[in-house]
């Protein structure tokens, strides 16, 4: 699972080309050589998803091993670039968390951009590092995953047990056995103790 790039667009309602806000993007996974082509790709894409998608809505286009998932939030769009595998509901959880850190930190200074901005923004780096993983995007599919893993290891602790099942029967033998003889040994014990009374 990876992402390959982050972008934050001011959507115009007017159909002109979408405003950059930020941008970041990982194209170390690919040759030295296609990178910049890389770079300019994911813009001319990411501009023309974002111009495309209406406001208040999701969408999600496939190119190939990719998809760009794309949420614009009345005119404030997120779009992340991102392989076939990474899970739909958490790059929907990342691209929300990515528009109420930009409209934390910015406001509505946005509404005013009239031209691409390529002033860095921390925070989006940040985010396309941390949340490769996409537990880190998305709580109930971390917790999922803990629960996948838990329900292997207690079917790793049934499967040994079963598998020393006859030491357990051995042990349950022995148990009753235990029980057998200390019931013998309690009648004498409680004779001997109640003549420890009477003295």
């Not at 779009?79 to 930009?102: C, I, K, T, W």
């Not at 590092?129 to 049934?158: M, S, Y």
Request: hydrophobic share 35%; aromatic share 10%.
């Amino acid at each position: 699972m990876k992402i390959t790039a982050l972008m934050v667009l001011k959507c115009n309602p007017e159909g002109s080309d979408p405003v950059i806000l930020a941008n970041a993007s990982d194209v170390s996974h690919f040759g030295y050589f296609q990178r910049s082509s890389v770079k300019e790709f994911i813009v001319f894409v990411g501009r023309t998803v974002a111009k495309r998608n209406p406001p208040g809505q999701r969408q999600s286009v496939q190119h190939e091993e990719y998809k760009v998932h794309s949420y614009n939030r009345n005119g404030l769009c997120a779009l992340g670039f991102m392989d076939d595998h990474y899970p739909v509901r958490s790059a929907f959880s990342l691209l929300n968390q990515v528009l109420d850190e930009y409209l934390k930190n910015f406001g509505e200074s946005w509404k005013t951009v009239q031209s691409d901005n390529a002033q860095p923004w921390p925070y989006l780096n940040e985010a396309l590092a941390k949340f490769q993983d996409p537990a880190e995007a998305d709580k109930l599919f971390k917790i999922q995953r803990e629960l996948d893993e838990t329900k292997i290891i207690l079917h790793k602790t049934i499967d040994s047990v079963l598998e020393r099942g006859e030491k357990l029967d051995s042990l349950v033998e022995k148990s009753s056995d235990l029980s057998a003889a200390s019931q013998m040994f309690y009648k004498p014990a409680k004779k001997t103790n109640s003549y420890c009374t009477i003295l």
